[in-house]
């Protein structure tokens, strides 16, 4: 069993910045596929970022690419996303999601992820 609790949330200018965490409890962190998404009322959730097992291989939604980074570190079993250039369309609730798996081909689908956290709303908003 994993245990995913998301914070760094809260209420930014637009052009601003936040780094969410996603601290994992168990001992599979190390070796799992771990992925940020985000959901706005009304929509559906939508992938953010993920990165490898090892931080080696990282993919971006084209809507965050260059203004978010997604980086991990294993000896704290912890993921990050680095959020740059807010912008109010960047309003959701951010969920952090794992994949006890070092496989990579499902990184961008929901349904792929075998763990969630609660989520952590980001507001950006002047």
């Known amino acids: 069993q994993v245990q995913l609790v998301e914070s760094g949330g809260g209420l930014v200018q637009p052009g601003g910045s936040l780094r969410l965490s996603c601290a994992a409890s168990?001992?599979?962190?190390?070796?799992?596929?771990m992925g940020w998404f985000r959901q706005a009322p009304g929509k559906e959730r939508e992938f953010v970022a993920g990165?490898?097992?090892?931080?080696?291989?990282?993919s971006h939604a084209d809507s965050v690419k260059g203004r978010f980074t997604i980086s991990r570190d294993n000896a704290k079993n912890t993921v990050y996303l680095q959020m740059n250039t807010l912008k109010p369309e960047d309003t959701a609730v951010y969920y952090c999601?794992?994949?006890?798996?070092?496989?990579?081909?499902?990184?961008?689908?929901?349904?792929?992820?075998?763990?969630w956290g609660q989520g952590t709303q980001v507001t950006v908003s002047s």
């Open positions: 999601a794992a994949k006890s798996s070092r496989v990579w081909s499902g990184v961008r689908t929901p349904t792929w992820y075998d763990y």
């Open positions: 990165i490898s097992w090892s931080g080696g291989a990282t």
């Open positions: 168990g001992r599979t962190f190390s070796s799992s596929t």
